[in-house]
């Protein structure tokens, strides 16, 4: 469709873990992937959403988004199945896919455009307890948490049909907070 290039690029990974102790790890990571537009981001077709109440174009310039990725994990097994992590991680993206609003009367507009860069930084904390310390019947029921705290930015300074005021605002869809819990058995 359009401009959009097929593309199979090297995408490289490298992860190293140091070893504490016996039950500690230190592990630094690094690689590269990609995100393909989907068809309706690429499709040269208007529609309307009805649940945003809003008109919404495919654009057929819109590139692959390529994404480098870096993080810094500690981890501590505290025994069968269970753990505390912590990570710090990076990310940066490049032709980035995001909605931005199209100068219209009447319905509000959008369409997908690639913005210049964007970038993710953040933090998550994880946890995995079983509860053999309350009986043995009860080590397969496990109590997971894992938090992340996320800050992002998009540079939209290269978006021609962007008609919003913000040139630098969070990625599309990114929650600046995730809480997961559960219990398994």
Known sequence: L??????????????????????MNLRASYSQSMSRPE??????F???????DVN????????QTFIHNADLR?????????????????KHFTNT??????????VPQFVYSNAQSAYL????????????????KLEGLTFTANLAYIY???????????AGDEKKRPMQGQSPYIINLGLYY
Do not use: C, H
């Not at 359009?2 to 039950?23: A, C, Q, R």
């Not at 068809?39 to 040269?44: K, L, M, T, V």
């Not at 208007?46 to 945003?52: C, I, P, S, T």
């Open 39 to 44: 068809f309706r981001e690429n499709s040269p």
């Open 2 to 23: 359009g401009n959009v290039k097929t593309v199979f690029p090297l995408l490289p990974s490298v992860n190293l873990i140091y070893k504490l102790n016996e039950d």
């Open 46 to 52: 208007l529609y309307y959403d009805f649940v945003r």
């Open 121 to 136: 930084v953040g933090a998550e904390v994880e946890l995995r307890k079983n509860f053999g310390f309350a009986s043995e």
């Open 56 to 63: 919404l174009s495919g654009n057929v310039n819109v590139m």
């Open 152 to 162: 992002s930015r998009v540079n939209l300074s290269n978006v021609k049909n962007n």
């Open 74 to 90: 500690y981890e501590w097994f505290l025994g069968k199945g269970q753990a505390i992590n912590a990570s710090v991680f990076y």
């Open 97 to 106: 896919i995001e909605l931005t609003s199209m100068a219209a009367g009447g």
